[in-house]
């Protein structure tokens, strides 16, 4: 028999639409990978009654508990208290957290003050989620037969901490193995992926074939449920074959992290070094590049010619052809991706150039942009139309110029079968 | 007195994360701007049972219950019949909208089925919010001393409806409005700020003084409730002016969007330019920059120098210094930061250089970074200790760059008075 469960998610900021729920989508996806149902989800803010209330309502339709938010330092963090409370169970300080929290300033040189130290409060007898990413432990527990766990509210802690801590403490409450399989694709949007294997989505069941969107980029998540997860594992293998061969080469990589981890990853092996000039983008490919641990070995800089100036100055683009066709061209992204492949000595450069938005520039529209390849056989460029949105323009701008330093190194064709 | 409400969402999809509930943020985020107080929000499935029992809960703790999704033709679309049943009233065809949604389908050119007509059946003596935007109309009662709204799912549809229909009907419900002023704080923590301001913040309540974190930045609300905006904005103006008389030049904005919006209006009214040379952030300053409309007034562009023969060739940055001092030093980003504004012809010039982690280099910790700003009149640089998580670091250096540009500009000491 699978537990039932309820998202409880604290926080004044979310109850007044300050910030979006977005732990409580994540926690709700992988509670149903590891077969657990959620059918509450609940909201409410800082507000101690109102927490204890909406605590009562749970423990009466939920066999786990979770809770984001209100692990903080300050007064209106207040959810262990009001969750331990409730449970019957006191506070103790924990002395190894103390520690923790005691280290993680002295690493950053910062001052700890005493109200730090309510983050090392925490229920006798829990399981301590420790906090990789930042201050405020999570806490689990059981009591009255209930499963009980606390996250901290930041995103950036909340989702890490899900996957490393609370996936592994909850696997033992769950008498099914799900295994799950990433198939990331780039370069064919999610309608026309969903057109191509609509009857495979709808018609299985286990494994499950889901669709999801990402920005510029889809996933497909093939799920089986067994009784142990190296069977639920082999039930995914010919779904997912299966899939790859249907789609191509949109496909980037299985159960890989992301575009540019995978594009890192093949530059490295084969030796080969990187640079990039960046107009329109301002540096966002260098930066979601260099996100990979690493970097170095394949990254080697590049330069930001915001201004036309630059362009000729630091990486010898013709003046004269930035004036002919404008600095948004095709032929001024090809002059980018060499010049800064001279410039940065490196195998591949890379140029990018349009226009973000939300004005247009050189009368040509928000969402034009030219994207090059460079190496030593040649130039592969490309021009993308990206519609409207300046942060969407730009992640789209990268996300195709990754894709086309993939496809350059793969021997791929410069453009997708569909786009 | 003023309604409180209670927002529940209603749709399988939410509740097993294949989407945000981005309504529930909008509807909060009105509501808020009437003076309403949301207190619970509530996410349920497409299950008659459940749905009940979220209502009835939903009964007794609010005035006002908002409800969205399961209105469309579908079998699982019943959130009209389980409202219109727990509060007693009987459905009815209402054939203005039987008229509606016939004429939607003729314009589209579409085939109307017949369970189409089933969102024309609306509960008896209900205001009908007809829907522009999709066929589903919304309806909103009163009875038994509740107001109810039901609202279509899709935010395509939910939003508009939102502010077109709802909003008019709610005004006479309304007797407050309300003023939020936000003060942005950076270079301070927010435990610092907090124990700073912490009677304050305890103790008033109208207007209300609330302490938010965002990564290496944090914000004040201030909240004032009154019978009109004007009101209300005229009472949080002391608190406001008290507040940034008592945080002093860590303030950086009131009601501003950003840092990098503030810095970035800062050097355009004084016609200043500015210039980045960037390692451990590969890019990340320059793409925050540039995220502001219009940026290329200010930013020239930069140099990316992850690897240390760039710092030489392209900054000028001296071999023998790196040798002897290392990549990451206080004289390198100074250097960095004069080659960048010469070999941008820039105002201002500045250096980021670190170990993001996770491993550390050159014998660093991972955490540690300097940063740089060079001007006509010379150089600020800071050594920050940002602790672990490679995107913290990088988040955290790019920040810090960005409040030492403004201090440098405005002539403030370099140094925050507390960090």
């Known amino acids: 028999m699978s537990l039932t469960a309820e998202i409880l998610s604290i926080g004044t900021e979310l109850l007044l639409g300050d910030i979006t729920n977005t732990d409580a989508q994540a926690i709700a996806q992988e509670l149903g990978a590891l077969g657990i149902n959620v059918y509450f989800q609940t909201v409410v803010g800082d507000n101690p009654e109102r927490i204890r209330r909406a605590v009562e309502i749970a423990k009466s339709r939920a066999d786990l508990i979770v809770t984001t938010g209100g692990l903080g330092p300050t007064y209106d963090d207040i959810t262990k208290q009001t969750l331990a409370e409730s449970f019957g169970l006191p506070l103790e300080m924990h002395e190894p957290t103390v520690e923790r929290i005691r280290s993680y300033f002295e690493r950053r040189g910062g001052t700890m003050t005493e109200n730090n130290l309510l983050q090392a409060m925490l229920p006798r007898g829990c399981t301590v989620l420790e906090n990789d990413w930042g201050t405020a432990p999570g806490v689990a527990f059981e009591a009255n037969g209930k499963v009980v766990v606390m996250l901290p509210g930041p995103p950036r802690e909340c989702e890490p901490m899900l996957r490393e801590r609370v996936l592994p403490y909850l696997k033992k409450f769950s008498d099914a193995a799900l295994v799950s399989r990433n198939i990331r694709v780039v370069g064919l949007g999610e309608s026309a992926m969903e057109y191509r294997l609509h009857d495979r989505i709808v018609s299985m069941t286990n494994p499950t074939v889901a669709p999801y969107a990402k920005t510029f980029e889809c996933l497909l998540r093939v799920t089986a449920r067994a009784e142990t997860s190296e069977e639920a594992r082999a039930m995914t293998e010919p779904v997912v074959e299966e899939i790859c061969r249907e789609l191509g080469d949109v496909v980037y990589g299985v159960d890989a992290d992301s575009l540019e981890s995978v594009v890192f990853e093949l530059l490295r092996s084969r030796g080969l070094t990187l640079a990039a000039a960046e107009s329109c983008t301002g540096g966002m490919f260098g930066e979601r590049f260099t996100s990979v641990p690493g970097a170095s070995e394949v990254y080697r800089g590049g330069v ?29 992204a090809q002059q980018m991706a060499e010049g800064v492949r001279r ?57 195709s110029t990754l894709d086309l330093v993939r496809r350059r190194v793969l021997g791929l064709p410069v453009n997708p079968q569909d786009d």
């Not at 010619?305 to 004036?323: F, H, M, P």
């Not at 390849?373 to 139309?385: K, P, Q, S, W, Y």
């Open 304 to 332: 930001c010619s915001y201004s036309n100036d630059l362009k000729v100055n630091l990486l010898g683009v013709d003046a004269g052809l930035i004036e002919r066709l404008g600095a948004v061209s095709a032929e001024v």
């Open 343 to 399: 410039a940065c000595g490196a195998d591949i450069g890379i140029g990018i150039t349009g226009v973000a938005g939300p004005a247009e520039s050189e009368r040509k529209p928000a969402g034009l942009v030219y994207i090059a390849v460079a190496d030593a056989a040649g130039v592969a460029v490309r021009e993308l139309h990206l519609g409207r949105g300046r942060e969407r323009v730009r992640t789209g701008a990268v996300v």
